[in-house]
């Protein structure tokens, strides 16, 4: 038995911010209120942590890694991602599909599946939508299902035929899982992982516009309103994507949105003071951009944060801008960045935070019955931290350390991460 006594518990299923204690027995919350642990003080075999001062949150859920594994573990691999997980206050992860060979079959899903059951933490994967991420045919989502896929994307290859994204939503709805979509429309771009803007012209190069992730997002959402398909639009950075979605869900549609953390943090500014560290798909956006992001977080149109996570290689990471590949890491980052970036200045509450980075994660993900959530019979994934704790980005337990937050200092520093009701990360 674990005894969590005196934390601020944040619970966003019902809303809660109290002190409480928190019991957990084999794996499970078996109760939650004031002063509980006086009552099994004296008994054997209980282990209490003392969490005054500390928030116990759900242990948080992230939509959208990159584990690298099968295929480039030189860059992660599910062992280390996890461990990057479990050190960032996560306890569950969506492992995106792009490895290699991809996620479009059974035997690699096993994989997978099998590596994650050997981390301390809960891993799961999304499979691929078409056949080699080449976007022409769909995988067999029916065995892949069945296997323990629990969602489908081709997330880092945007989707270009609209007819077979249709017929992928069809089978969604028949299959009842989520599609997840990485909107740019590469017509549309002349060098990925740069907002074209003003940033891409000091750079000289073409960029990415944010034309062309609105017109995949409106494309999306409107198949979404007429095939009833639950889809998430990842890592949006537009603003006038974020009021498509808005519009979208006033029309029906089942739509959620995530952001990452250096989406909501940083903008196009970002990729003169750390160059290729600032280089992702979607890239950074304009200051009005983010201000959108804000006021979709605030007004619930963002319904996740998710980090995508993207390990790349120092050496691949020093090759020229237009070279380089794009993406960060961000799961040990993420919490802090949500602290700091929007608990702090007031855009979001705690529980609205926890909202997005657990309760919601796990809703689309169909993972709601027993996470996301602090309560009896939930599972004891927790996540316990201190708020006000400043820190300086230094070390990550991930094999990469690709991240424009290195040298950062933030607020809120994770103190202990319990998944099944053992501590898997203790700072
Ligand atoms: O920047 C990105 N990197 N965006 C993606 O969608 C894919 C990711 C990767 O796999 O490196
Ligand atoms: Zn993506």
């Known amino acids: 038995m674990l005894i969590i006594k005196n934390s601020r518990v944040i619970d966003p299923k019902s809303g809660?911010?109290?002190?409480?204690?928190?019991?957990?027995?084999?794996?499970?919350?078996?109760?939650?209120?004031?002063?509980?642990?006086?009552?099994?003080?004296?008994?054997?075999?209980?282990?209490?942590?003392?969490?005054?001062?500390?928030?116990?949150?759900?242990?948080?859920?992230?939509?959208?890694?990159?584990?690298?594994?099968?295929?480039f573990t030189y860059k992660e691999d599910i062992q280390s991602g996890a461990q990057a997980a479990a050190a960032g206050g996560f306890t569950t992860v969506i492992c995106m599909a792009n490895t290699r060979p991809a996620v479009d079959n059974v035997e690699t899903l096993k994989y997978v599946l099998e590596e994650g059951k050997k981390t301390p933490i809960h891993v799961f994967t999304a499979a691929n939508i078409t056949m080699g991420m080449k976007?022409?045919?769909?995988?067999?989502?029916?065995?892949?299902?069945?296997?323990?896929?629990?969602?489908?994307?081709?997330?880092?290859?945007?989707?270009k035929d609209a007819a077979l994204v249709q017929?992928?939503?069809?089978?969604?709805?028949?299959?009842?899982?989520?599609?997840?979509?990485?909107?740019?429309?590469?017509?549309?771009?002349?060098?990925?992982?740069?907002?074209?803007?003003?940033?891409?012209?000091?750079?000289?190069?073409?960029?990415?516009?944010?034309a062309a992730e609105d017109v995949l997002v409106a494309r999306d959402c409107m198949l979404a309103v007429h095939t009833g398909a639950v889809i998430d639009i990842q890592h949006i950075s537009?603003?006038?994507?974020?009021?498509?979605?808005?519009?979208?869900?006033?029309?029906?549609?089942?739509?959620?949105?995530?952001?990452?953390?250096?989406?909501?943090?940083?903008?196009?500014?970002?990729?003169?003071?750390?160059?290729?560290?600032?280089?992702?798909?979607?890239?950074?956006?304009?200051?009005?951009?983010?201000?959108?992001?804000?006021?979709?977080?605030?007004?619930?149109?963002?319904?996740?944060?998710?980090?995508?996570?993207?390990?790349?290689?120092?050496?691949?990471?020093?090759?020229?801008?237009?070279?380089?590949?794009?993406?960060?890491?961000g799961l040990e980052t993420a919490l802090a960045l949500g602290v700091t970036s929007l608990v702090r200045p007031g855009h979001l509450t705690l529980v609205q935070l926890m909202e997005k980075m657990s309760?919601?994660?796990?809703?689309?993900?169909?993972?709601?019955?027993?996470?996301?959530?602090?309560?009896k019979g939930a599972d004891a994934d927790l996540v316990l931290f201190d708020p006000d704790k400043a820190w300086t980005v230094e070390r990550f337990q991930s094999k990469s350390s690709n991240s424009p937050f290195v040298g950062e200092t933030l607020f809120g520093k994770v103190k202990y991460t319990i998944c099944q009701g053992k501590i898997v990360w203790k700072d």
């Open 167 to 210: 017929k992928a939503m069809e089978e969604a709805v028949r299959l009842n899982v989520p599609l997840s979509f990485h909107e740019e429309d590469p017509a549309l771009i002349a060098n990925n992982g740069i907002n074209r803007g003003a940033v891409s012209e000091a750079l000289g190069i073409g960029g990415s516009p944010a």
């Open 16 to 71: 809660c911010d109290a002190v409480m204690d928190i019991v957990i027995e084999e794996g499970t919350i078996t109760g939650v209120g004031p002063d509980l642990a006086s009552a099994y003080a004296d008994k054997s075999g209980v282990q209490v942590i003392d969490a005054s001062g500390l928030v116990t949150a759900p242990g948080l859920i992230d939509v959208h890694v990159h584990f690298r594994d099968p295929g």
């Open 135 to 159: 976007g022409e045919t769909l995988t067999d989502m029916e065995a892949l299902k069945a296997h323990g896929a629990l969602g489908f994307t081709d997330d880092g290859i945007p989707l």
């Open 238 to 329: 537009s603003g006038r994507s974020v009021r498509m979605v808005k519009l979208a869900k006033q029309l029906g549609a089942n739509v959620m949105a995530e952001v990452t953390p250096h989406h909501f943090t940083l903008d196009e500014t970002a990729v003169l003071k750390h160059g290729t560290l600032a280089k992702m798909n979607p890239p950074l956006r304009t200051a009005a951009d983010r201000e959108e992001i804000l006021k979709g977080l605030k007004e619930g149109v963002i319904d996740i944060i998710a980090t995508d996570h993207a390990p790349h290689s120092a050496e691949e990471k020093a090759k020229p801008i237009t070279e380089a590949p794009s993406g960060i890491i």
């Open 359 to 375: 309760l919601n994660p796990a809703i689309l993900y169909h993972l709601e019955d027993t996470k996301g959530w602090i309560g």
